[in-house]
T-cell receptor, first 114, second 113 residues
Framework: KAGVTQTPRYLIKTRGQQVTLSCSPI?????VSWYQQTPGQGLQFLFE???????NKGNFPGRFSGRQFSNSRSEMNVSTLELGDSALYLC?????????????FGSGTQLSVL | SQKIEQNSEALNIQEGKTATLTCNYT??????LQWYRQDPGRGPVFLLL?????KEKRKERLKVTFDTTLKQSLFHITASQPADSATYLC????????????FGTGTRLAVRP
């Protein structure tokens, strides 16, 4: 069974640009969560999608958005990039939207904003 | 506000010893607590989950305790090996299905041969 796949692995953008990151969950998993990881803040929750609906959202500005498709694949978009958006963006999937489930993480997309 | 605290300083221990990592939380009533391992440049990997009504959980050389009175979890690795060197993250989840899994900032463990 293939794991969680995130593309691209590395990305370099300049301030003001926008970026779209992609995540393919494990086959059969319907919940996809996104996290931002920086050295100082650790993993910060961005949002979770389940069956194409956003179930939960973290404390990030509206420049951060996401969506989930009918095949459970998810995309995350950041508009008007700022230097502080440089981070490792991690996607994680789980089987259902319930509690008591472990998350399966991808290797992440390392975004550098210059 | 809710807070999850892990020791930000790296833990350095000798191979063969037991490593003990701490996770403290405040203003939280977690239903579950999970521990993950993260290697540099990779996503976290799930290790163990413990429920609020469980005191202890074991898996091979790993042991987790959960004290809801002290609001603390301890993560132990016995007979540690250099391959155990990584960052270890604890994560808490509330009781509602809409609650998100919230992570601590992690503690880096270095096991020297």
């Amino acid at each position: 069974k293939a794991g969680v796949t995130q593309t691209p692995r590395y990305l370099i953008k300049t301030r003001g640009q926008q970026v779209t990151l992609s995540c393919s969950p494990i086959s059969g998993h319907r919940s996809v969560s996104w996290y931002q990881q920086t050295p100082g803040q650790g993993l910060q929750f961005l949002f979770e999608y389940f069956s194409e609906t956003q179930r939960n959202k973290g404390n990030f500005p509206g420049r951060f958005s996401g969506r989930q498709f009918s095949n459970s694949r998810s995309e995350m978009n950041v508009s008007t990039l700022e230097l502080g958006d440089s981070a490792l963006y991690l996607c994680a999937s789980k089987l259902t939207g319930g509690t008591n489930e472990k998350l399966f993480f991808g290797s992440g997309t390392q975004l550098s904003v210059l | 506000s809710q807070k999850i605290e892990q020791n930000s300083e790296a833990l350095n221990i000798q191979e063969g010893k037991t490593a003990t990592l701490t996770c403290n939380y405040t203003n939280y009533s977690p239903a579950y607590l999970q521990w993950y391992r993260q290697d540099p440049g990779r996503g976290p990997v799930f290790l163990l989950l413990i429920r609020e009504n469980e005191k202890e959980k074991r898996k091979e050389r790993l042991k987790v305790t959960f004290d809801t009175t002290l609001k603390q979890s301890l993560f132990h690795i016995t007979a540690s090996q250099p391959a155990d060197s990584a960052t270890y993250l604890c994560a808490l989840e509330g009781k509602s299905s809409g609650d998100k899994l919230t992570f601590g900032t992690g503690t880096r463990l270095a096991v020297r041969p």
